[in-house]
Structure formats: structure tokens, C-alpha cells
């Protein structure tokens, strides 16, 4: 077995952003001793997690989960990881917005359901999550049963065909939430998001903001009076994002940067609309 450095160094080699704490939370999966009297096949597979890591595969689908505040979400191939970036959205809700248990919040593009199932904790409000994919939604279920979240329920669609769909208006909600696909078509990603997530997870048409648009016009259709939005986007894609809103019936806009929760992986930013 090699030393730690030496994983560490063939990581970072790699274009891994984060060697070390990538080597700690593989290495941590393992019951290694410091005397070295390791199994030959734990070994082997510790060191196969570190090459696929090299591989530029997501640390997420190596280990099997992401964490956001201490909690586990299962994701695997298929499903977008999410990112700690999103939490940016949670804090704004818990700091700025009064929800009770008879609340409703429509969590969008919402992949493995770990920002629904957050606001679930905090609120104890009704989330209805909106999902298109197919092996997604299969880790949406699977971490609502996980987490006990009796009150987050699903709807597999497509968020442009959901009204259209439904037998009767829906209840008029209180927060629609949106972590859309918004990177345009044309632009480079590193590969973890680039190869190795749903191509339909990560890039969406009109340079990026088709899906931001269907987020617009479903949060117009879904909002009581002085709902709030709350879509998340691009650094470069701030004023898009609030044009867009604007021409949907929403005021006091504003784009929102959280530091606390932006990283070498991005900001934590997103804009929030009031329904008019």
C-alpha cells in the first residue's frame, strides 16, 4: 500500500480540486490499521475508488452518497449529485420566509430530492417534487423513504406538461423552488459534470436558460399572491434570470451570492422573484 501523500499526489495529478479531502472520505470507508496488517483485497479496493477517482468519476457515486447538513443522500450514475451550493437557497428560506405544516413547496428539477427533503426538516411544510427522470426519480423515492419524509411527495414529469396533467388546479403554493439544468450547450465542464452526470442534468437549450424560462412560467401558475421563487443559475446569468422573472408577473427581485456555502466548485447563487 502506498503512502498517503503518494495517493494524494496521484489525485491531485488528476485535476482532482479537493486531493486531500477526497483521499480522507474513500479512506474513511475502509477499517485500515495504522500497523499496516491491512486485507490484501480491502487494499484493492480502496486503491480501485482512488484510481476511478483519478478518472475524474464523482467522489459522490464512488462512495454512494452525498451529504448536505449531516445528512445522507443516496446517488449513483444517473442522478445529479447535489451540491452544497443549494443549501445557499435552504438558509434563505429558514432566515426570510414564515412556513408552517399546512405550507406548500414545489421543489423542481428536483434529482435525488435533497433540497425538498431539507426543507421538509426545517418546515415540516408539503414538498412536492418534480422529477423527468426515470433513474432519478428511483433515488428521489428511495431517499424520501430513507428520511422518513411522509410529507414530501412525487410527481415524475416534465414541469412544461405538469398543469396540463393535472385532473384540478393545484393548491396555491407558498415557494417554488428550481435547480435547473442552465449550462449552455457549447460549454466545457470539468468531467465529473461534463461526462459523468445526465447530460439532460447539466445543459439546457437557449444558451442555457430553457428550463430556467419553464421554471418561470410554472412558479407564475403555482404561486399564491406574494409567493416566492427561488431558481438557482449561472454567475453570468444573473440578469437573464431576473428579466426573465420580471416578464412572469414578479417583483422585488434579486440575485443572492451566499459565501458560506460557494466553494472552488462554484458560487452559492440564485435569484428569488415575489408573485405579483
Known amino acids: 500500500m502506498k503512502t498517503k501523500e503518494d495517493y494524494i499526489n496521484l489525485l491531485k495529478s488528476a485535476g482532482v480540486w479537493d486531493p ?3 483521499y480522507e472520505k474513500i479512506y474513511n470507508q475502509y ?5 499496516g496488517q491491512d486485507d490484501p483485497k480491502a487494499v484493492k479496493e480502496f486503491e480501485a475508488d ?5 478518472n475524474r468519476i464523482p467522489l459522490e457515486h464512488i462512495v454512494g452518497y452525498a451529504e448536505l447538513n449531516s445528512n445522507r443522500y443516496v446517488v449513483g450514475t444517473g442522478v445529479f449529485i447535489p451540491r452544497i451550493q443549494s443549501l445557499g437557497i435552504v438558509d434563505w428560506i429558514k432566515e426570510n420566509q414564515a412556513i ?14 435533497a433540497i425538498g427533503i431539507e426543507i421538509w426538516q426545517m418546515t415540516n411544510a408539503n414538498i412536492v417534487c418534480i422529477e423527468k427522470s426515470d433513474l432519478a ?5 428511495r431517499n424520501i423513504l430513507r428520511h422518513h419524509a411522509e410529507k414530501v411527495a412525487v410527481y415524475q414529469g416534465d414541469i412544461k406538461e405538469y398543469f396540463d396533467k393535472m385532473l384540478q388546479k393545484p393548491v396555491e403554493a407558498e415557494i417554488v423552488i428550481s435547480n435547473p439544468p442552465y449550462v449552455p450547450k457549447e460549454m466545457a465542464q470539468p468531467p465529473e459534470w461534463g461526462v459523468h452526470h445526465p447530460e439532460e442534468s447539466v445543459y439546457a437549450e437557449q444558451d442555457g436558460l430553457d428550463i430556467i424560462n419553464a421554471s418561470a412560467l410554472f412558479a407564475n401558475r403555482a404561486l399564491k399572491k406574494d409567493g416566492v421563487v427561488l431558481i438557482e443559475h449561472d454567475e453570468n ?6 428579466a426573465i422573472l420580471a416578464s412572469n408577473n414578479f417583483y422585488n427581485i434579486q440575485t443572492i451570492i451566499n459565501e458560506k456555502y460557494s466553494d472552488e466548485t462554484g458560487l452559492s ?8
Open 31 to 35: 477499517n485500515f490499521t495504522e500497523a
Open 100 to 113: 408552517d405544516p399546512s405550507s406548500l413547496v414545489y421543489d423542481l428539477c428536483s434529482g435525488s430530492g
Open 50 to 54: 482512488i484510481h476511478e477517482r483519478c
Open 137 to 141: 426519480t428511483k433515488y428521489l423515492k
Open 237 to 242: 446569468q444573473g440578469e437573464s434570470v431576473s
Open 269 to 276: 447563487i440564485f435569484t428569488i422573484g415575489y408573485k405579483l
Open 20 to 22: 486531500v479531502g477526497d
